[in-house]
């Protein structure tokens, strides 16, 4: 079992920074590829990032590449999501997901999620 506690979000002006923080509880952190996802207001959830256990291998939406960025620090059981340029398209709210296996878009594949913090992007 793993629990996952996100932080961080916040209202911000266009072309301005967040960093996100999800801290996770339980064991064997470093065993679990770690996502980020978000849904906005009259949308279905998508996907924005993951990364793996030891954090050499990423993957992100086409719509955040180059601007967000993922890491993770294992020793403190947090994943990350550094939001840069932001745009207010990227207002949503924002969940971090983890899983076993490998990395993957898929939201169905992740098995533990977070509570979710809000990110409003203003014009």
């Known amino acids: 079992q793993v629990q996952l506690v996100e932080s961080g979000g916040g209202l911000v002006q266009a072309g301005g920074s967040l960093r996100l923080s999800c801290a996770a509880s339980?064991?064997?952190?470093?065993?679990?590829?770690m996502g980020w996802f978000r849904q906005a207001p009259g949308k279905e959830r998508e996907f924005v990032a993951a990364?793996?256990?030891?954090?050499?291998?990423?993957l992100y939406a086409e719509s955040v590449k180059g601007r967000f960025t993922i890491s993770r620090d294992n020793a403190k059981n947090t994943v990350y999501l550094q939001m840069n340029s932001l745009k207010p398209e990227d207002t949503a709210v924002y969940y971090c997901?983890?899983?076993?296996?490998?990395?993957?878009?898929?939201?169905?594949?992740?098995?533990?999620w977070g509570q979710g913090t809000q990110v409003t992007v203003s014009s």
């Open positions: 990364i793996s256990w030891g954090g050499g291998g990423t």
């Open positions: 339980g064991r064997a952190f470093s065993t679990y590829i």
């Open positions: 997901a983890a899983r076993r296996g490998g990395l993957t878009r898929s939201g169905p594949e992740y098995d533990y």
